[in-house]
């Protein structure tokens, strides 16, 4: 054989392995990965906004976010939040609203939405009385189906945002955990989940385990850390939802115990579109999220 032919066949030979590499998908073969637009759920810093609502969203803009996520307008007209927004150089691809407003108030807060430009509406909490009532999380899977079929016919997703008694057996539900019920009975294309990861690891549950086995339901996470992960007594796992745990517990991102690498190195299984910083009771809220988007956004995984 020729080295002209030696030659040429390598040529072959590297260019089907170049091409059969190039059809793949970005992250099948990258060695590192990278949150390309970190986001901050305002409530972190709530007080701020409520004070100054155009100079809180500027402040968070200089930080380097890129996307916000509404916990509430504060009077503002959604076409002067979209305006700010503008001006900023931000997006709010989602907003959180109660669900008494999923329940009385769906179709202007969609149209709102769309005017602003989030993609998504989640409902982030559901009282007490409803889901100790014997058929309040039946009821409340009808709501979500409900509105994640109205909302899709305007183009924007229904989601759910979890704190940790979802994850307590409810025997109401015979046992099961009250999440994997929204999870089985709400439809997939309609409701999608917001998984808060702190909550969640919180409660001794596995965020990896939830993505594996409903793939591409996780369009959104919240992202903050705790200095420790606490022991969790069975069905006890709302125990936690108070002020002294979220003041002392609840830390900047990275400077905490969850293994955010592990985590996210299942975002494409997942599903994970949306990274959102949160602290419940940050002492200084926008030191706070400037750490989180300091270690986010040079985080590797």
């Avoid at 609502?53 to 939040?81: L, Q």
């Avoid at 919180?202 to 903050?224: E, S």
Wanted: overall charge neutral; charged content about 25%; some cysteine.
């Amino acid at each position: 054989m020729t080295k002209l032919s030696m030659n040429r066949r390598t040529f072959l030979e590297t260019s089907i392995a170049a091409g059969i590499l190039a059809s793949l998908p970005g992250r099948a073969f990258a060695a590192t990965h990278d949150i390309k637009k970190v986001g901050v759920q305002l409530y972190t810093v709530r007080d701020d906004v409520k004070k100054d609502f155009a100079g809180s969203i500027a402040k968070v803009a200089a930080i380097g976010y890129k996307e916000v996520e509404f916990a509430g307008y504060f009077d503002h007209k959604p076409s002067d939040v979209r305006a700010l927004l503008d001006k900023n150089g931000l997006a709010a691809p989602a907003c959180h609203v109660s669900y008494e407003v999923v329940e009385k108030h769906w179709p202007e807060t969609i149209d709102a939405a769309k005017t602003i430009g989030h993609q998504y509406i989640v409902c982030p909490w559901v009282e007490e009385k409803l889901r100790k009532s014997p058929d309040g999380w039946k009821q409340v899977a009808a709501t979500f189906n409900k509105a994640g079929e109205a909302s899709a016919k305007a183009g924007i997703q229904f989601g759910y945002h979890n704190h940790t008694f979802e994850f307590a057996p409810d025997p109401n539900l015979g046992g099961k955990f009250p999440y994997d019920f929204l999870l089985e009975n709400t439809d997939p294309k309609l409701v999608k989940m917001e998984m808060d990861l702190c909550w969640i690891t919180v409660t001794g549950q596995d965020p990896v385990v939830y993505f594996k086995k409903y793939p591409g339901r996780f369009p959104l996470v919240h992202v903050k850390d705790v200095k420790e992960v606490p022991k969790v007594a069975p069905g006890k796992a709302d125990e936690f939802l108070n002020t002294d745990f979220e003041k002392n517990v609840m830390t900047a991102v990275g400077s905490g115990v969850i293994d955010w690498k592990r985590i996210f190195a299942h975002a494409d299984e997942a599903g994970i579109q949306h990274y959102f910083v949160e602290h419940d009771a940050p002492p200084d809220p926008f030191a706070s999220i400037t750490a989180s988007y300091k270690y986010l956004a040079a985080l590797k995984f």
